[in-house]
């Protein structure tokens, strides 16, 4: 890529950014004031056919936990964008609901570890200490991507987003999985669990009620 390439397809993030920003305020002003922007990302490549470890392959249905981010409850809110310029659409399948798929997993879990948490913080390892929320989110993203029985019997639909359209939801609640599709520009955003209109709805507190402790 030259360095005129990589201007234009920085400042074209960039203006993605900006209009992801402002369309997601307008659906939701009660959430603009909270809204917190992170991410922006350009993804140029086929999913089809590309090799991972499991851990790492978004083929498999999961939910959002970033390893190197703890959110300590906060939402996971990401608005995607098909820019396929062959018209091709992004793939996606769609599972069962978060409550569902949690006692699925939950009881063979066990307790998450403060020591472990502080130890990933005090080498620089996570961007913050993990709550025992985000120790718990990513034994379910690990736990369901390594269940091959899961993969194959879970209850899940598949969804075509045709090129030129975009789509938004909440990753950390929503079990999704990326099958196939290419060129597509994604933003994610933080919102607080306060800010909700609906806070018993976020996952943070759903596994709160479920395991009967408060997790943040």
Known sequence: MTDCERLHLHAAMQDFAAAATRLVSDLFPGYAANLERARTSYRPVEIAGRLYSPLKDDTLLHVDAFPSTPTRGRR??????????????????????????????????GRPVAGVAWLLAALGATRGRRSAYDQLMLRLHNRAKRNISYQQSAPQVEIAFPAKSSWLCYTDQVLHAALAGQYALEQTFYLDVASMADPARSPVQVLERMTERRLR
């Open 76 to 109: 996971i809110l990401r608005f995607f964008s098909n820019i396929n310029p062959s018209g091709k659409p992004r793939i996606w399948r769609v599972g069962e609901p978060f409550q569902d798929f949690a006692q699925k997993f939950l009881p063979s879990l």
